[in-house]
């Protein structure tokens, strides 16, 4: 490699400058790190860290058969029973399968159940919904994968089968059979009222386990989702009239969850509005208008707050919080009060002092207009005084 004059390789193959001409006092070979030097493995530093790859993990134990499918080793596969079918399914199509799942260290067991769902609808955990698209109808596999794809911030005891939860970063495993793949789900427009029911309520208890679990943006897309597949009256059918009060309920419900949503991310203009919704459908919903005296306290709508304290003492007088609200709604009262009284004394101060510095202008301007009138009559007086003295002398002079 051809170097710019003055520069050498090093042994560890980074470029030195060599110190004065070779030979010079007898230190032919003493090299120091030029600038420009330092400051390439800098940047080579930086590329390195900007450039780096996710770390690659082992779950497989040395174990073969064990398929990777991110090439990250984070989630890995091993059929452990294959089938003859050679169909897999696909995103928005029905599976039916049985799982069971562990903590991978402690073999903790986690959950042990038969799913109905769809690829995509997040009934599963992803890690698994990827993992059983790789599987065909009839397979019975192994999956592996780490808490980025499972359980990131763990899962609590009552949670679990085993009573023991699911720590924080823990790696799991699932022995998963695919029962069956079935059909594809329909589109929005084309459901049914029975259909928009099924699939809004199995997007309300997606959001229900991700509100639980505290994700609560995951919860509000689900419960948002519901209400779409639900959508309007417009939309349900001629055979809504046998499940037109199940499919109301139910949207009530959903936004009524959206609006406790908002309220645990403290947005209340957003919770208000999903609160007014559900009152614009049913006026006396107890739940929604007792949210409201605590959303317009938040928001210091004190009018709203008042008339909704006074319609909630007549749907749900034994509401445990409606003594504490009151309490809250005149304390802010007597806080908004005395502002206005702190603002107008401070106005009328601003005023008097006004009143008060015209007036003085105005009197002083009335006593310089007094003193100049009084002084232009002396002045006049003076003058007529000095012309008639001055007309005398001239005709005595004339006639004498």
Not at 311 to 332: D, G, R
Request: glycine share 8%; net charge positive; with cysteine.
């Amino acid at each position: 490699v051809r170097l710019p004059w003055g520069m050498s390789m090093g042994s560890d193959g980074r470029s030195t400058a060599v110190s004065g001409e070779a030979g010079v006092n007898g230190k032919e070979g003493k090299v120091e790190k030029s600038e420009s030097s330092s400051e390439n493995e800098k940047a080579g530093e930086k590329e390195k860290k900007t450039s780096r790859k996710p770390a690659v993990v082992d779950l497989t134990d040395g174990e073969e058969g064990w398929k990777d499918l991110l090439g990250s080793g984070a989630l890995v596969v091993k059929t452990i029973l294959p089938s003859e079918n050679k169909s897999k399914p696909q995103m928005r199509q029905q599976v039916i399968v049985e799982i069971k799942g562990w903590v991978k260290k402690t073999k903790d067991l986690i959950e042990e159940k038969k799913v109905e769902c769809y690829m995509g609808d997040e009934t599963l955990i992803p890690g698994l919904e990827l993992g059983i698209r790789s599987m065909h109808e009839g397979d019975v596999s192994l999956m592996r994968t780490v808490s980025r794809f499972a359980f990131k911030e763990g899962l609590s005891p009552e949670a679990t089968l085993s009573g023991k939860g699911v720590p924080d970063g823990a790696d799991v495993e699932y022995e998963v059979k695919l029962l069956k793949i079935g059909d594809f789900m329909p589109e929005e427009e084309e459901m049914n009222s029975e259909e928009r029911l099924k699939f809004g309520s199995q997007k309300k208890e997606i959001g229900n386990r991700k509100f639980k679990d505290k994700k609560y943006l995951n919860a509000l897309k689900a419960y948002q989702e519901a209400i779409k597949f639900i959508s309007t009256k417009r939309a349900w059918g001629p055979s809504a009239g046998e499940t037109y009060g199940k499919l109301m309920k139910l949207k009530i419900d959903c936004e009524n969850n959206v609006c406790a949503v908002h309220l645990s991310m403290q947005k209340y203009e957003q919770a208000k509005q999903a609160a007014l919704r559900v009152i614009k459908m049913e006026p006396n919903e107890v739940k929604s208008n007792q949210r409201l005296v605590k959303i317009y306290l938040k928001l210091g709508e004190l009018s709203n707050a008042t008339k909704a304290i006074e319609k909630v003492k007549t749907l749900a007088p034994a509401y445990p919080k409606l003594e504490m609200y009151s309490q809250m709604l005149q304390v802010k009262k007597d806080q908004e009060k005395k502002r206005n009284e702190s603002f107008a004394k401070k106005f009328q101060k601003m005023d008097l002092g006004y009143k008060n510095e015209s007036a003085t202008k105005l009197k002083s301007e009335n006593v310089a207009s007094s003193l100049s009138k009084t002084m232009n009559w002396r002045y006049w007086s003076i003058g007529m005084m000095v012309f008639a003295v001055a007309v005398g002398f001239f005709l005595r002079y004339t006639y004498s």
